[in-house]
């Protein structure tokens, strides 16, 4: 199933590693500036249009900066229905 991270960006849902909320993240937090940067710096990061950035997803392809709270994207993981998969 995918999982629509903002914008016309949607991933498949089991390619998502990791959401980090950046609203609870300090902007001193030099571990997550580094992150980004070497994200920026290897071309896999993707800014999501949209409003002020509050969570990075990590996909197995891509790191993606979303204007889409981690609460509203762990919804709509936790939303997907795997009752079709035998």
Known sequence: MYVHLGGDVSVI?????????LETSLPSDEDINRFIKAEEDSNRLQYIEGDIPKTLV????KTYVSSVSGSVLLKRLKSTD?????
């Open 58 to 61: 990590l996909t197995t392809d």
């Open 13 to 21: 849902d089991t390619d998502i590693t990791a959401i980090i909320n």
């Open 82 to 86: 795997y009752s079709d998969i035998t």
